[in-house]
């Protein structure tokens, strides 16, 4: 079973049809969806294999109404309810392209997480967000090392630029060195805003994370594996015809590469896998799935 752990939000879909007037009125789209990455990864996972959401919404009827969401499509959900659940507003230009305003609420609240929720878990995903804020950034590293001790693999996302310029790159770096992860999976700027690989290359802060496999997406341009100083992957991106919505397009490939990754134990399959899931989600509003 894959499990993720981090935030459970409502998304606020902006889709601009045309550049914001300050001041005035701008025409858009507007949707509302379930968001948060750690709930669209759970999301999109739950179509290749079994499924278990972990994380902590508001005490609020916001917060029934996305549960129900994540265990109506038959994922395992686990959750704690504190505080207020949160929202993001996410602008999207005629390109494609996000502008995300994030109110995380109760995901930040998130506590003493119990053993049981480790229970048959082959693997753990984390995305980065998690680490930022507390209470939930202690509860997850502590998570995280429980489940290493039971021999559970463990992925985690880099999230966005913005998020580890707040968090502190080098602070990120000295957890992510402590924590040992499998996996670190970023898109290019993520990568190389880390140091860890830049044009598909090792980086110069790759070597502090020795036997972490470290997967980076570059939109349309191949993705690359490095695996040790020796072995590098690159898989091509097949080409997509129609984008409208970048949103969640990284959490549907960390799905499909991590789900396919448990069925192989192939990198470059994985990869494909994670091409596949994520092509679905880019002509639909937010982190949902064209059919």
Request: proline share 5%; net charge negative; hydrophobic share 40%.
């Amino acid at each position: 079973m894959l499990g993720i752990i981090g935030d459970l939000v409502e998304d606020v879909i902006v889709w601009l049809a045309e550049p914001i007037k300050h001041g005035t009125d701008t025409e858009v789209e507007i949707f509302h969806t379930r968001g948060g990455s750690a709930a669209n990864v759970a999301s999109f996972a739950c179509r290749l294999g079994p499924t278990r959401f972990m994380g902590c919404v508001g005490e609020d009827s916001l917060g029934d109404t996305l549960v129900k969401n994540l265990a109506d499509q038959g994922i395992d959900v686990v959750v704690q309810r504190r505080g207020t659940t949160g929202s993001i507003v996410i602008l999207i230009d005629q390109d494609g392209e996000r502008t995300m305003l994030p109110y995380r609420g109760a995901a930040k609240q998130l506590e003493n997480v119990p053993d049981e929720w480790l229970d048959s878990l082959e693997l753990l995903h984390v995305p980065g967000y998690t680490f930022d804020g507390d209470p939930v950034g202690d509860a997850v590293t502590d998570l995280i090392r429980r489940a290493q001790q039971r021999g559970i693999l463990v992925s985690i996302d880099a999230s966005s630029t913005g998020m580890l310029e707040h968090f502190g790159v080098e602070r990120f770096l000295d957890l992510i060195a402590d924590l040992r992860p499998d996996f670190i999976i970023g898109n290019k700027s993520e990568s190389e805003f880390l140091g860890l690989a830049i044009d598909g290359e090792p980086g110069p802060n790759f070597a502090r994370l020795p036997g972490t496999i470290i997967v980076t997406k570059a939109g349309a341009d191949p993705t690359v594996v490095l695996h040790g100083t020796e072995a590098k992957i690159s898989v091509p991106v097949p080409p997509v015809s129609e984008v409208r919505d970048l949103t969640g397009a990284g959490d549907a490939f960390a799905a499909g590469f991590l789900s396919t990754f448990l069925a192989t134990r192939d990198l470059a399959d994985a990869c494909v896998g994670g091409h596949s899931n994520a092509a679905r989600v880019l002509s639909s509003p937010g982190a949902s799935m064209a059919d």
